[in-house]
């Protein structure tokens, strides 16, 4: 019977029995944890930096809550104009708080980047400072100790490259810049992370401080409503860029 395809005028060629489908899923199964482990692999061996660039498109209503809070911090210094507890604009502004309280929002850190290139394998730590300011803590590197031998590697690269031009070491100069210190709504949605590093604002080079940036969003607020819309590009920076050129020639 076996040999006879056609019993009972019946032919079982192109028909698939679940041992077949299964044996295709596990297959597939197979191809895919395969292909997962290699880039696990390709990963630890050539690191990619902590911090990629990104660019996100954002609604200025974003920054509502940044603004009603400049408002209330302005109410803050201006004396009262009677003897009231507080005066009418205060008490708007208190009800507008607990209108906007839990809503997107981002804060920023000032912190300086030390001329390395090892920088862009750490993120900052970011936490509570004193009068529940965020704070840079700590710098954080690779945990997994074949990681931190391959970042060694790309590191020595660029030492290597030194040596063979005959440039003499320069020691690092210091840079000022921005950090995202704390991010919600849309903003984290779209991919900013804590720690992140804000190096360009509506396609324009940011060179400010916190407080800058901080007063850059809610004027774009104040000016265009819910309706406007601001370009942030975070992680856009030198010692990313050469940490990529230096990993791409390790093999």
Known sequence: NAANPMRHGYSNAGVRTNRSVDGERETRVSNYQRQMEQKAREKLRRPLPARMPLCV?????????????????????????????????????????EKMRGGATMTFVDDEWDGSVADAFARARI???MAEQHVVQARVGPKNP?????????????????????????PPTRTQRVLVGSVRGQ????????GDV?????????TGD????????????????QGGVVMIVVNAEE???????LRSRVR
Request: aromatic share 4%.
């Open 57 to 97: 498109t954002l609604s200025t209503g974003e920054f509502e809550k940044m603004a009603l809070q400049s408002r209330q911090q302005a109410a803050e210094l201006e004396p009262a104009a009677d003897e009231s507890p507080r005066s009418w604009l205060r008490g708007w502004l208190g009800k507008g708080a």
């Open 127 to 129: 936490g509570r400072g």
């Open 146 to 170: 074949v990681e931190q031998i391959a970042v060694k590697k790309i590191l020595a690269m660029g030492e290597r490259e030194s040596r063979e031009e005959g440039q003499e070491r320069i």
């Open 187 to 194: 903003a984290g949605k779209s991919g900013i992370m804590r």
């Open 198 to 206: 804000v190096t360009h604002v509506n396609g324009e080079v940011f």
């Open 210 to 225: 916190a407080a800058d940036l901080n007063a850059c969003l809610v004027n774009a607020y104040e000016e265009q409503g």
């Open 239 to 245: 010692c990313t860029a050469e940490a990529l050129r």
